[in-house]
């Protein structure tokens, strides 16, 4: 079975300062995996993926992301905050060998302090 | 506007009285798929579709139905809604042509069994 694990439920990070929030997932097959952001009251969108390639994908709104094969980890970074970063951020999975299920984290909540 | 829709946005209704929430897209897009988004349980697949006529179980499918008969439609059925499926729904939908896969989530149906 796949699984998605997002250790950490809220991140605080100060206007300006670099953010990370961490992703680790398991499957049996290569992975694609993929981050998206809730704001309240709002539906999913979609920031970034990795399907194959490079493992250092860039997104949407200046979010990047490090696909690290070893460690079983894809988590989401940012070099400077911005108050309006502030909102729900989910890591999902999707197996290539059973590219139908789809697993996505608990989400982490982060806040931008300014 | 490519776009996927929901409705009805907010539904109340009572146990055991059938329900059909609708989704619908207009990317042309193979894959779609239902979740079901709890507090603190991110979000939990229900049923996907890869296409049309195939269609198969999610993490959590008990109470719930789902249909493809025609590409652009995704309808999910609760033929007896109980109170534990309370929930906050969302229809997603992807291209399953490389290198995309990522999913384009509707607005969302907030349903409340009493």
């Given at each position: 079975a796949q699984s998605v694990a997002q250790p950490e439920d809220q991140v605080n990070v100060a206007e300006g300062n670099p953010l990370t929030v961490k992703c680790t997932y398991s499957v049996?097959?290569?992975?694609y995996l993929f981050w998206y952001v809730q704001y309240p009251n709002r539906g999913l969108q979609f920031l970034l993926k990795y399907i194959t390639g490079d493992n250092l994908v860039k997104g949407s709104y200046g979010f990047e992301a490090e696909f690290n094969k070893s460690q079983t980890s894809f988590?989401?970074?940012?070099?400077?905050?911005?108050?309006?970063?502030?909102?729900?951020?989910?890591?999902?999975?999707?197996?290539?060998?059973?590219?139908?299920?789809?697993?996505?984290?608990?989400?982490?909540?982060?806040t931008v302090k300014p | 506007e490519a776009q996927v829709t929901q409705n009805p946005r907010y539904l109340i209704t009572v146990t055991g009285k059938k329900l059909t929430v609708t989704c619908s897209q207009n990317m042309n897009h193979e894959y779609m798929s239902w979740y079901r988004q709890d507090p603190g349980l991110g979000l939990r697949q229900i049923y996907y579709s890869m296409n049309v006529e195939v269609t198969d179980k999610g993490d959590v499918p008990e109470g719930y139905k789902v249909s493809r008969k025609e590409k652009r439609n995704f309808p999910l059925i609760l033929e007896s809604p109980s109170p534990n499926q309370t929930s906050l729904y969302f229809c997603a939908s992807s291209s399953e042509t490389v290198p995309t896969y990522e999913q384009y989530f509707g607005p969302g149906t907030r349903l409340t069994v009493t």
């Open positions: 049996s097959g290569n992975p988590h989401l970074k940012k070099p400077s905050a911005l108050v309006s970063d502030s909102a729900l951020y989910f890591c999902a999975v999707r197996d290539v060998t059973n590219a139908g299920k789809s697993t996505f984290g608990d989400g982490t909540t982060l | -």
